[in-house]
Nanobody, 120 residues
Framework: QVQLVESGGGLVQAGGSLRLSCVAS????????MGWFLQAPGKEREIVGG?????WYADSVKGRFTISRDKSRNLVYLQMNNLNPEDSGVYYC????????????????WGQGTQVTVSS
């Protein structure tokens, strides 16, 4: 079993930055694909990016968001720059064996989420 805990969310003005962290316990996640998902109010959960041996980003966040991992500390980060109100919502990290997928149902483990609110 893998337990995931996100942190780093908060309230930020448009144009600002936040760094989200996802720490894993129970198992080393260095060989897992890790996805970051956003669930905006009234919308389905959507992937913003993922990391495995490489990284992948949704078009909406390319050039603004960066995902990295610290394998020794079992951590994954989501650096978010130049935030806009459309980036608001609950951010989740998720883990799965195999490659990055944009389908939430294919992820085996989920964190509880962290709220990000971007004011205009």
């Amino acid at each position: 079993q893998v337990q995931l805990v996100e942190s780093g969310g908060g309230l930020v003005q448009a144009g600002g930055s936040l760094r989200l962290s996802c720490v894993a316990s129970g198992r080393m996640i260095s060989t897992y694909s890790m996805g970051w998902f956003l669930q905006a109010p009234g919308k389905e959960r959507e992937i913003v990016g993922g990391i495995w041996w490489d990284t992948w980003y949704a078009d909406s966040v390319k050039g603004r968001f960066t995902i990295s991992r610290d394998k020794s500390r079992n951590l994954v980060y989501l650096q978010m720059n130049n935030l806009n109100p459309e980036d608001s919502g609950v951010y989740y990290c998720a883990a799965r064996t195999g490659g990055i997928s944009n389908r939430p149902a294919l992820y085996n483990y989920w964190g509880q989420g962290t709220q990000v609110t971007v004011s205009s």
